[in-house]
């Protein structure tokens, strides 16, 4: 929800530092507070939840939680364990108090910090309504403490160039009073495994023609990029990364028959495991297969 994460007012202020230079150094010195508390519609924390299809297994991890409310029904609603941050001291004290008192006891904890600062490494699910600025300072942290398969979902504000693998849009009355307007935008992203680099392919029984380095440029969840086989170079086609799966289609070469089979896998770091169907359907036989990362992105940014 949006609290006193980042108020217009420090927008402006931060607008004024900027013209004046000092940009980095006011981010790093000025609390991340002030701007007035706007809690978040129960009808949107509903569809915010549905969105990241929360259920029992997940941990729902609230930046700038407000009253605690996307938390408190995460966990009474779903069954779901989680906690919330926000600066205000207030806010966070009031937050704990309503969830003692439903009974979710450490089911649903809430902590006075800075969001940015907030260890979210155990997140399954990230929750957010925070100003623009605020979700593209938060991106970098959303890329590299994330795992990959994690789901964000953002009330109304985005990650600007990484755009999101779901959108919803819907009209909500009760909104107009807090904030002047009624329309809502919901937006869901799927962290993506980092596959950006060069990979050693390898297939079970030997069964390519000649060894082959695949080559990945990654922007967030899209991908593209051609394999070297042997003295020949084609592209890979078709590749699709959601968190921690990929797959992709390689040029098989003559020995079998010229085709482009699809490649299905799991990612875990520099390696990753699937199998490959060889042959055409029916009768094709499927082979285990595995990519060891042999050169990391040029550009690492592009994660």
């Known amino acids: 929800m949006m609290t006193k994460t980042l108020s217009i007012a420090y927008g402006v202020l931060l607008g004024v530092l900027t013209a004046l230079g000092g940009t980095a150094r006011a981010q790093d010195d000025l609390p991340r507070t002030a701007g007035p508390y706007v809690p978040t519609p129960q009808t949107i924390v509903d569809r915010m939840l549905q969105l990241a299809a929360v259920s029992k297994d997940d941990v729902v991890v609230d930046l700038g939680s407000g009253d605690g409310r996307i938390v408190r029904t995460a966990a009474k609603v779903y069954g779901a364990s989680g906690f919330g941050v926000d600066i205000d001291r207030e806010l966070v004290e009031r937050s704990n108090a309503a969830a003692k008192s439903e009974g979710l006891g450490a089911r649903a904890v809430f902590v006075q910090q800075d969001v940015f600062k907030a260890d979210i490494r155990k997140a399954t699910v990230v929750t957010l309504y925070v100003l623009p600025e605020m979700m593209v300072g938060l991106r970098p942290k959303m890329l590299s403490e994330l795992r990959p398969g994690t789901r964000i979902v953002s009330h109304d504000y985005h990650f600007r160039e990484w755009l999101p693998d779901n959108r919803l849009s819907f009209d909500v009355p009760e909104k107009r009073d807090a904030v002047g307007f009624s329309s809502t935008s919901l937006y869901l992203w799927i962290v993506p495994a980092a596959v950006g680099g060069r990979w050693r392919l390898e297939v079970a029984d030997n069964k390519l023609p000649a060894p082959v380095t695949l080559n990945f440029r990654q922007l967030f969840q899209n991908v593209n990029g051609e394999a070297q086989v042997g003295n020949r170079t084609t592209d890979i086609a078709g590749t699709k990364v959601r968190g921690d799966t ?57 994660h």
Request: without cysteine; positive net charge; hydrophobic residues 40%.
């Open 246 to 302: 990929i797959e992709f289609a390689l040029d098989a070469g003559p020995r079998a028959g010229g085709d482009r089979f699809t490649y299905r896998g799991t990612v875990k770091g520099d390696v990753i495991e699937g199998q490959v169907a060889w042959g055409m359907e029916p009768g094709a036989r499927r082979y285990a297969w595995k990519a060891t990362r042999i050169e990391p992105p040029a550009d690492k940014l592009a």
